[in-house]
Nanobody, 125 residues
């Protein structure tokens, strides 16, 4: 199977920086796109940033220019560099990966979504 493990969360002051990491273990699926989501208390989960297998990125309007998503395929790790953080960035941050694998000789593929357990980021004002 595939497992995702986040690290790097914690308490940071407004205006500070934090870097989250998401390490992928297991090789039963090929990992395609990856993303960071967050969920603040009492709110719905929202997409923060995504990155394709080729490195194309996309960001939520609220974090554009402050956060940077990247991935190191050789290390099976995705990162989220968070700069100029704001109290509104306080949330549980979870990593997501889309996995695919070939299931028969004709090349048919199945897709599965994988999630990490999340890491808390708290920004103090």
């Amino acid at each position: 199977q595939v497992q995702l493990m986040e690290s790097g969360g914690g308490l940071v002051q407004a205006g500070g920086s934090l870097r989250l990491s998401c390490t992928v273990s297991g090789n039963s699926f090929d990992i395609n796109s990856m993303a960071w989501y967050r969920q603040a208390s009492g709110k719905q989960r929202e997409l923060v940033a995504s990155i394709s297998s080729g490195g194309s990125t996309a960001y939520a309007h609220s974090v554009k220019g402050r956060f940077t998503i990247s991935r190191d395929n050789a290390k099976n790790t995705m990162y989220l560099q968070m700069n100029s953080v704001e109290p509104e960035d306080t949330a549980v941050y979870s990593c997501y990966a889309e996995g695919t694998k070939v299931v028969n000789v004709e090349g048919a593929k199945v897709k599965r979504d994988f999630w990490g357990q999340g890491t808390q980021v708290t920004v103090s004002s």
